[in-house]
């Protein structure tokens, strides 16, 4: 992995080489984007996360839990404007690995 990009962004364009959260409903989570301004930069970053020691997957029901940790480690994405930060937490998959990515397959 590229040490200069974020750790979420390696688990969307490689979604065979990580693990993801089965949901009780059948289906699977990676991610959970969400967005947010942090001191004038507009970021995106994942509400389901790596955590540092344990290396497993994570899901944060606090949203500022979430992007505390994503600030702290570089696990986010800035844009220039919180609307290009919402399109992106929302459309993230498109186009990429992980939108056609099922696991076991």
Do not use: C, W
């Not at 989570?29 to 497993?56: D, R």
């Not at 505390?68 to 937490?89: H, I, P, Q, S, V």
């Amino acid at each position: 992995m590229d040490k200069n990009v974020p750790e979420f962004i390696d688990r969307i364009n490689n979604p065979q080489k990580y693990s993801y959260i089965q949901n009780k409903d059948g289906t699977f989570s990676t991610h959970k984007m969400a967005n947010t301004e942090v001191n004038g930069k507009f970021i995106a970053f994942p509400m389901i996360q790596f955590m540092p020691f344990s290396n497993e997957l994570y899901e944060f029901k606090d949203f500022r839990n979430a992007a505390d940790l994503a600030l702290r480690t570089g696990n986010y994405k800035e844009f220039k404007t919180d609307t290009e930060a919402l399109n992106y937490a929302k459309n993230y998959k498109k186009g990429t690995p992980l939108e056609k990515f099922k696991p076991g397959k």
